[in-house]
């Protein structure tokens, strides 16, 4: 028997031992760091300082480390697009147009000066200089994702001015590297116009279908993610092709797939934790890994280029972002906010100068080459690129942690009847080809900042007996609650013998204190008179409850816009506080387009509250119920009709809209819809 001994002997080439290393630390940093509230990417950093060639040599930044750190900027960068709230994104445009350049156009400025008079480098070197710290990288969004306040306005504004000042910085690394080619010209430009124009095309407009249709037809888990991590990859290879750098495919790709993957979605969930676990964790250590600490001791050149390069670097980005703030009279933690995200120095300012080392423009008198960048601005690059992120960490933790705080105070100085009104949404499941959908439906309706308050009900027939039907109503709860655990999400398993579904359904709202209740409807069952009669009609007239009847003839994440149709006088119901609240939830966490069709009453309404709350909606007046049909004009197949009715004999009742569920199934059988009867007064 032939023993095999581990090699130990450093670098570690065992992959094995290696991995089980960079595992190690990806798990206690944050635990040890927390105690001292130190951010953990700062501690990953210095982690990957310590373990790489140029500390204990523990492991190389070999081509493993490479491949997994790229990943994880690449992930960084679709977060930051995917998470990003669109409605305030379009809203925010502007200011985000201005931060960009902000955050462009002064590092420029005084980069190039300090390349010119303080460094005495040529004119290329001063520009390329300055490009580095115009650039930045999000290294501090996960941090900011964590503590909730990714969607901030100074957020979106900081997010949206990262992809402007990026790509600006981007194009000068490629015009100076054209330049030292002798390549620009009249050609160069209009090449480089047109494969920027034609990848930015393919990506945000040929991406979404192509994502859309996928989602429809397959919907494994598994299979879903690794689409998604393709198109990224797919993005950030067709960026490199149009002649700028991956990340900017990357984040594209995200802002593609924004309103296909719902904050509230299962897949949301595992593409926010495989990231968060292990990509990001692996591109900060590799990072570390460059930190070369022996440059203090090489003398006092190193030093002074690096100190210089940090100073100027952070106070171009401090004043870029203390502009914002004045301009636009944010806080101070949102100044803190925008600071912090824009201030760490990493990927693009790594390419540049690893590119700019990499170029050589002749030869010294001794033989030595003549680099644009020379070896003592590589080193005080990565001092500089420690340091910035170290400062974005805490600013951004401060200015996130403290954003968080004052939300939470917020919601905590509601008024009594806001914190008395606990959700608890029902959902009867029974047809596990639709249950899915309707647990997703669920939590896009439901508050986020309400924790737990998700029931699943099973009802079993009292007369039956069939010994396999507590068994089969038990896993069909299971699967319910596995599929609500995918997005964190606690959901109460309740089964119920009753000697009818009506019966069972209006006892579990009742003893279980339910606000809201959804139904489900058979994609291949259309909506007939009996239907409402037996079934609806018994549990409308028995429960007062928010009742929401669901047929989901395709994906809730594939939906482009909800068309809202509401009757008039709806919102004198007592009930058009809460089934509006569902409605704005679910764009929310969808990101789909709401288009009310209200009389003009109503809609002044709303937009009272879409100023307040800002969704992405738009209105049209619509008075006649008599002339529905006029609404499927502009409805497409990818849309969905959310139909607010009534009881019988309550002020916004019309005999028309019970006369609309048959044109519904003739009109728009291969749409999906929502019926809502509002909530009446007991």
Known sequence: MTVVLLDISLPLENPVLKFLIILLIILFTPLVLNKIKIPNLLGLILAGAVIGPNGLNLMERDSGIILSGTAGLLYIMFLAGLEIDLADFKKNTKKSLVFGMFTFSIPMIMGIFTGLYIFQFSVLTSVLLASMFASHTLIAYPLVSKLGVARNRAVNITVGGTMITDILALLVLAVIVGMTKGEVNTAFWLKLTASVLTFGAIVMFVFPIIARWFFKKYDDNVTQYIFVLALVFLGAILAEIAGIEAIIGAFLSGLALNRLIPRTSPLMNRVEFVGNAIFIPFFLIGIGMLIDFRVFFQGWEAIWIAAVM???????????????????????????LIFGLSNAQAAATLAAVIIGYNIILGESETGEPVRLLNENVLNGTILMILVTCTVASFVAQKGARNLALSQVGMSTGATAGERGNSEKILIPVSNTETLDELIHLGLSIKSIKKSGGLYALTI????????????????????????????????????????????????????????DLIIGLHVKQGISDSFLGELTEGILARSNTTTLIYKPAQPLATIKKHFVIIPPKAEKEIGFPFWINKIWNLSENSGAELVFHATTETIKLIKNIQV???????????????????????????????????????????????????????????????????????
């Not at 319910?480 to 000697?499: G, P, W």
Request: aromatic share 10%; glycine share 4%; with cysteine.
């Open 612 to 682: 307040s709350h800002a969704v992405e909606c738009s209105f049209r007046e619509f008075n006649d119920w008599s002339r529905f049909e006029d609404i499927s004009k502009g409805v497409g197949k990818d849309d969905n009709l959310i139909i607010v009715l009534s009881r019988r004999n309550k002020i916004s009742y019309q005999q028309k809209m019970v006369e609309t569920s048959s044109y519904l199934n003739n009109q728009f059988k291969n749409n999906s819809f929502i019926l809502i009867y509002p909530m009446q007064e007991v």
């Open 460 to 515: 079993i027939d009292n007369n039956s007996l069939n010994p396999e039907a507590e068994k089969k109503a038990r896993e069909v709860l299971h699967r319910a609650a596995v599929t609500a655990s995918a997005t964190d999400n606690h959901l109460q398993e309740l089964l119920r013998y009753d000697f009818n579904v009506v019966n069972g359904i209006t006892g579990a709202v009742r003893e279980n204190g339910i606000t």
């Open 310 to 336: 940090t100073i100027v670097a952070t106070l171009a980005k401090f004043l870029a972002a203390w502009l914002t703030q004045k301009t636009y009279r944010f806080s101070v933690d949102e100044r803190r």
